[in-house]
T-cell receptor, first 109, second 118 residues
Framework: GQNIDQPTEMTATEGAIVQINCTYQ??????LFWYQQHAGEAPTFLSY????GLEEKGRFSSFLSRSKGYSYLLLKELQMKDSASYLC??????????FGKGTHLIIQP | GAGVSQSPSNKVTEKGKDVELRCDPI?????LYWYRQRLGQGLEFLIY????????KSGLPSDRFSAERTGESVSTLTIQRTQQEDSAVYLC????????????????FGPGTRLTVL
């Protein structure tokens, strides 16, 4: 089966750092993705990890531990425009990407 | 270049009617996916096309749902005898290599079709 867990909602302050965690139990694994989705819009790709470790891309970094079934997305120097849902997804497997329910991130001034 | 496009952007229909949703993937992308996203929920996989292979229909919720794809281009998702529970945003995505490719298979999403069944 496929199960992906991430917090439903998080709140952070503009200019600060926030870490969004994701744990997964899946029957297959071929990489872990993070997507950003603003309200009413389609998801957009942020990062991809297939090997253990940290991938850094500007203000965003993503970490993976395959042995622990764990990933996190780290957002630095938060901006108001970072308010969005962040979707953790595993795959692609036999059934496309398996998505978590997403973490709604609220940025406060 | 052009991204994934979907039409219509919004569709309101009456319970029991059939609807057809269209997806135009990025040119050259061999893999195409359909997902459903209910309000406040995560994305739910529906169906996957890879090249000319038989589609993976494992995610279709009932036999009222079907999808077709013409070669490596346009796909249509058809929902027959719509029910109120079918109300959702239907998202299409495409990627360049699909499941068996060596790359990371980033999926590019279209803007979605918001379906409302009254």
């Amino acid at each position: 089966g496929q199960n992906i867990d991430q917090p439903t909602e998080m709140t952070a302050t503009e200019g600060a750092i926030v870490q969004i965690n994701c744990t997964y139990q899946t029957s297959g694994f071929n990489g872990l993705f993070w997507y950003q989705q603003h309200a009413g819009e389609a998801p957009t790709f942020l990062s991809y990890n297939v090997l253990d470790g940290l991938e850094e891309k500007g203000r965003f970094s993503s970490f993976l531990s395959r042995s622990k079934g764990y990933s996190y997305l780290l957002l630095k120097e938060l901006q108001m425009k970072d308010s969005a849902s962040y979707l953790c997804a595993v795959g692609p497997g036999a059934d496309g990407l398996t998505f978590g329910k997403g973490t709604h991130l609220i940025i406060q001034p | 270049g052009a991204g994934v496009s979907q039409s219509p952007s919004n569709k309101v229909t009456e319970k029991g009617k059939d609807v057809e949703l269209r997806c135009d993937p990025i040119s050259g992308h061999t893999a195409l996916y359909w997902y459903r996203q209910r309000l406040g929920q995560g994305l739910e996989f529906l169906i996957y096309f890879q090249g000319n292979s038989a589609p993976d229909k494992s995610g279709l919720p009932s036999d009222r749902f079907s999808a077709e794809r013409t070669g490596e281009s346009v796909s249509t998702l058809t929902i027959q005898r719509t029910q109120q529970e079918d109300s959702a945003v239907y998202l299409c995505a495409s990627s360049s290599t699909g499941l068996a490719g060596p790359d990371h298979n980033e999926q590019f999403f279209g803007p979605g079709t918001r379906l409302t069944v009254l």
